[in-house]
């Protein structure tokens, strides 16, 4: 566990980029481009778990980005959240956009206030880690939508009701086996969830197995709430707090871009969205076979 005094050096001393070691500095300018230099885009595993939601991604997770994103979880750079959060509040943003003339969403979001629920980390990682990663990342993700003028808050309503399995050497059904229905809503979190638009956020996507069993946990009390019946959807689960790391495996599968949603409804008539940091880097491809 991080101790106080590696917090303290890490705001003091000089440092170097933690994506790419230059010198001097916790997040050099080429790194910063990298995280967060182009528009955000939509991704979508193949295959694709049922109840996904939209999902925009800030960056591809590779070269330096992922180096970034492994600094600031693994090995406690916390000074890099306030910059992943604003990534993460660019893939919020896309998510929430009506979608704009040749299929680009415009720069302005829809209006109303912002609820990011991020996917939680398991216990045991949390006290390894020393911290939440992905929590971290939402208030500071959060914090930058209201410096741009988007009312948002986070509601850290999920929680794992279950034990699960190491998912490190699974496959994409293996892990949608393994983590069915390990997720839910704190006692009192429908009430937190109401009156916003819901975005389900988390670092990344490999098989979009976490963002989907999130989403159904959401959905299983947010539509319940709003009209007294539970919709029924083949599990979905959990993907990234069973692994030990993240880059422990890559996943095999194709990803398309642009695909149709499965629209499912959400609280207010609306459509539940996620927002990761970075996805594999087939996933920003235009064109596919």
């Known amino acids: 566990m991080r101790g106080w005094w590696q917090d303290l050096t890490d705001l003091v001393l000089p440092a170097e980029c933690a994506g790419c070691g230059a010198p001097r500095t916790d997040l050099c300018p080429r790194c910063r481009t990298a995280l967060g230099g182009t528009a955000p ?5 193949e295959p694709e778990p049922p109840g996904l939601p ?3 991604a800030a960056a591809a997770y590779a070269g330096e980005v992922r180096a970034l994103l492994l600094a600031h979880k693994e090995r406690g750079a916390l000074a890099l959240a306030a910059a992943l959060g604003a990534a993460l509040a660019g893939a919020v943003r896309a998510g929430l ?7 680009l969403p415009p720069t302005r979001p829809a209006s109303g206030t912002v609820l990011l629920v991020p996917v939680p980390s398991a216990r045991w990682a949390v006290r390894a880690r020393g911290h939440d990663p992905v929590r971290r990342m939402a208030l500071a993700a959060a914090a930058e939508l209201r410096r741009t003028g988007t009312p948002a808050r986070v509601a850290a309503v999920l929680r794992q009701r279950r034990a699960v399995a190491d998912q490190a050497a699974l496959d994409a059904r293996q892990r949608l086996a393994n983590l069915a229905g390990a997720l839910e809503v704190r006692t009192g979190g429908a009430r937190l969830l109401a009156g916003g638009h819901v975005v389900v956020v988390d670092d990344l996507i490999t098989t979009g197995a976490s963002l989907a069993e999130a989403a159904r946990a959401v959905r299983e009390v947010t539509v319940s709430r709003r009209d007294g019946r539970t919709p029924v959807y083949e599990a979905a689960t959990r993907e990234g707090r069973g692994e030990r790391r993240i880059e422990a495996r890559q996943e095999r599968g194709k990803w398309v871009h642009g695909a149709p949603e499965k629209a499912v409804p959400n609280i207010k008539g609306e459509t539940l969205r996620a927002a990761v940091v970075a996805a594999p880097r087939d996933s920003f491809a235009i064109n596919r076979n």
């Open 54 to 56: 939209v999902v925009h």
């Open 41 to 45: 885009r939509r991704v979508r595993p």
């Open 97 to 103: 956009s009506p979608v704009g003339r040749g299929g």
